[in-house]
C-alpha cells in the first residue's frame, strides 16, 4: 500500500462507523469470484448512470440552483420513470404469508422499526445479514470504503429479539412491543491498517411498538466504534415515526426519523422516506421496493466544514424467499442506491474521498431469521 493511500485510510479513521468485536470473514478472494456476475452488470450499467445524472448536475449548478434545491430535483427526476409503471400505483411492503410463518416487531441498528416473519411462534427470535457492498456511504458519510468496483465491503450481523408483548385483538391500542439488541461488523478488501480486513463496526439496542391506528415508533441507541478514532466511541440515539396501515395495497410507508449524536460525537439529523414495495412474481414471491430519502445534517454531523449537509437516495431493491432446508426464513436481496450530496457534504470530506456528489452503489445481501 503507497504512503499516499495509506495516510487517505487513516485520516478517514475520524468519520468511520466503529467498534470493538472483531468476527473473521472467510477468504475475499472466493467471495469475489462468487460476485463476479453481479459487478459485470453493475459496471456495465454505472458508466451510462454516472454521466447521465452529472450532465443533470451540471445543468442545475449553470443555471444558478443551491446545492439543497439540486439534491430534490435530481433525486425526484430519477424516481418519476419508475413511478410512472402501473404496478407503483398500487405499491406496498408485501408480509410473507407462508403457512407456519408469524410476523414479529424488531428494531434495527440504524433505527428503523420493520415487521420480520419466521417459523418461530416463540417471543425470542434471531436474525442476522450476510451482505456485499461496492462502497459503505452511511447516510451521505464516507465510511472508509471508496465508492469503487475494485473493492468490497463486507457485513456481517447477529441480532436477538424479544417480544414483549403481541396482541392481535381489535380493541387493543398498543398490538406489538419488542427489544432488540445486535451487532454489525464490517469488513473491506480496500487498503485499512488493519491486517484482518476488519474495519468497523456497531452495537445497538432498540425498542420497537407498533399501534391500533397504525402507526410505528421506535427509539434506537447505537454506538460505533474502532481502535483508530478520536474519540473512541462514536455514539446517537435516533426516533422514528412510522405510518404502515396494515401493509395494505397502495400504502407508501412514509416515515420520518430524528437522530441525535450523544457522548462526544456532535450534530443531529432529519431523515424522511418512503418505501414502495409491490410484487413482481406472485408464485415465486418475489418483490420489488424503492426506498427514496431526503436527510439533511446540522451542526457537523457529515463533517467539521458541514454546518449543515443535505442529501438524497434512492434504491431499487429485489426480493427473493429462498426454500432451503435449514431452520428459519431466508432471504435473498439485491439491488442499486443513488446517494446524492450536497457541496458541504462534499467539501467536508474531500481530502480523502474523492466520490464527488453522486455515489452509486450495488449490494447483495442474504438474511435469515428465526
Known amino acids: 500500500m503507497g504512503i499516499q493511500a495509506k495516510m487517505k485510510t487513516e485520516n478517514s479513521m475520524k468519520h468511520l462507523r466503529t467498534g470493538q468485536f472483531i468476527l473473521y470473514f472467510p477468504d475475499n478472494k472466493r467471495i469475489r469470484h462468487s460476485t463476479q456476475l453481479l459487478l459485470g452488470l453493475w459496471r456495465a450499467g454505472k458508466q451510462t448512470l454516472n454521466q447521465s445524472l452529472l450532465s443533470l448536475s451540471r445543468y442545475f449548478r449553470n443555471q444558478g440552483v443551491p446545492g439543497q434545491a439540486m439534491v430534490i430535483v435530481l433525486v425526484l427526476a430519477s424516481v418519476t420513470p419508475a413511478f410512472s409503471q402501473k404496478e407503483i400505483a398500487a405499491a406496498s411492503r408485501v408480509e410473507d404469508k407462508k403457512k407456519g410463518n408469524t410476523p414479529f416487531l424488531q428494531a434495527n441498528s440504524v433505527g428503523d422499526v420493520l415487521w420480520t416473519s419466521s417459523p418461530n411462534p416463540g417471543p425470542f427470535h434471531l436474525d442476522g445479514v450476510l451482505s456485499l457492498w461496492t462502497s459503505d456511504y452511511f447516510r451521505a458519510r464516507y465510511g472508509g470504503v471508496p465508492a469503487d468496483l475494485d473493492y468490497l ?12 408483548l403481541r396482541n392481535n385483538t381489535d380493541q387493543a391500542s398498543l398490538k406489538a412491543l419488542a427489544v432488540s439488541v445486535g451487532i454489525n461488523n464490517y469488513f473491506t478488501d480496500s487498503p485499512v491498517p488493519d491486517e484482518d480486513s476488519w474495519y468497523t463496526s456497531d452495537r445497538y439496542v432498540g425498542l420497537a411498538a407498533a399501534f391500533s391506528n397504525a402507526f410505528h415508533a421506535g427509539l434506537t441507541y447505537t454506538a460505533y466504534k474502532n481502535p ?44 424522511t422516506q418512503i418505501t414502495p414495495v409491490f410484487k ?14 431526503l436527510g439533511v445534517g446540522f451542526n457537523g454531523y457529515h463533517g467539521s466544514g458541514a454546518a449543515e449537509g443535505y442529501y438524497a437516495e434512492l434504491g431499487i431493491l429485489g426480493s427473493l424467499p429462498l426454500d432451503l432446508k435449514l431452520p428459519g426464513r431466508w432471504i435473498l436481496t439485491a439491488g442499486t442506491f443513488v446517494t446524492l450530496r450536497d457541496d458541504s457534504i462534499v467539501s467536508a470530506t474531500e481530502k480523502y474521498d474523492d466520490a464527488g456528489h453522486i455515489v452509486p452503489t450495488g449490494l447483495v445481501t442474504l438474511s435469515f431469521a428465526y
Open 228 to 271: 483508530y478514532s478520536q474519540p473512541g466511541t462514536l455514539q446517537d440515539i435516533a426516533l422514528l415515526l412510522l405510518y404502515a396501515p396494515n401493509n395494505r395495497l397502495g400504502s407508501i410507508q412514509p416515515q420520518i426519523k430524528l437522530v441525535k449524536a450523544v457522548g462526544q460525537s456532535t450534530g443531529s439529523l432529519i431523515q
Open 280 to 293: 413482481l412474481v406472485d408464485s415465486l414471491s418475489l418483490t420489488l421496493s424503492v426506498p427514496i430519502s
Open 153 to 164: 465491503s463486507y457485513r456481517l450481523s447477529l441480532g436477538v429479539t424479544y417480544e414483549l
